[in-house]
């Protein structure tokens, strides 16, 4: 499995390459939720590229950049171990060569970027955006796949596609979860052992206010659903029930329509959503 580590190797790479080509962006720590996008890229394409870069660009001033969990070595295993094609790992200088800050930057529309995430991470979706178009550039790949755990990336992502006509298909991979219905994250490894325990509550809101009865009001079920996140000792960033395409709020519990939440134990930010079947 070659290991590209700067954009001449990724670019003479591709243009060596044959065949159709997914494309995994990830931050590593890989996990079994990364290992289910690898398995859904390799059912669609020929080869499939992971990319691992923490991307200085979507963390802001006092988030968990120098914090986040890194393991270049096991996740180069397990890559090599479940038939990856190759991966591409390289460093800030060799992406943002002028420095983060002198970056052009991709500025997704304000509508879906600068709510719920957005509205708690100041030019979180653009530093995403920003990096996503630069991988695309640089590897070319016929399918983009991103997880559904990350919804809201995922929407901005999709209409970065259909806004700049970029011909890459982009496929949603579903959230993976523990036994108890923890959404697997790489920063799920940042909780403490009684983090852990508390960490499943979160899924298992959501799935009592998808079982909400079609038609009934989301505003209450939502607040009491929060103070009781808030009182087992969460900081609830948002509860919201929005509409799966356009993000907007949605008052009434209705088919399609989904529960999406942040919230903090400790500094570790969590992120979920479930969709009302
Ligand atoms: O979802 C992630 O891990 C990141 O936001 C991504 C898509 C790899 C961009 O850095």
Known sequence: MPILRNPEGLRSWRQRQRGSLALVPTMGHLHAGHIS?????????????VSIYVNPLQFGPGEDFAAYPRSLESDLQQLAGHGCTAVFVPGDEDLYPRGATEQTRIVPPERLSNILCGAQRPGHF?????????????????????????????????????????????????TQRDEDGLALSSRNSRLTSAQRVLAPRLAAELRQLCQLPIGSPAQAPAQAARERLQAAGFRVDYLELRDSESLEPIAESRPGARWLLAARLGDVRLIDNMVIP
């Open 37 to 49: 996008l690898l398995r859904l890229a390799q059912a669609r394409a020929e080869q499939v590229l």
């Open 126 to 174: 653009a530093g995403v955006a920003t990096i996503v178009l630069k991988l695309l550039h640089l590897a070319q790949p016929d399918i983009l796949v991103l997880g559904e755990k990350d919804f809201q990336q995922y929407r901005i992502v999709g209409q970065m596609l259909d806004d700049l006509n970029l011909s890459t298909q982009l496929l949603c991979g579903p």
